[in-house]
């Protein structure tokens, strides 16, 4: 199975993405990926997570509260 991190910062925005958490899970769930989410819980820390745990994961998806989604693959 492949695995996926997911990291969102849970204030961005209007801080609605905490109520779709499950919903977004279970589309990476049906698509073959064993899910690890990760809430930021400073500034800066999504990213200091992507770089320390990025080996580790086949994908890192990262959404922002402006409504960017970027998906990185590990090589």
């Not at 969102?8 to 073959?32: M, Q």
């Not at 930021?40 to 994961?57: L, N, R």
Request: hydrophobic share 30%; charged share 20%.
């Amino acid at each position: 199975m492949k695995s996926l991190l997911f990291i969102y910062n849970p204030r961005a925005g209007k801080g609605n993405i905490g109520t779709h958490i499950g919903d977004i899970v279970d589309i990476f769930t049906k698509n073959g990926y064993r899910v690890t989410v990760y809430p930021t819980q400073c500034q800066g820390d999504g990213e200091v997570m992507a770089g320390k745990c990025a080996a580790d994961y086949d994908r890192v998806v990262c959404a922002g509260g402006d409504g960017t989604l970027d998906v990185h693959t590990s090589t």
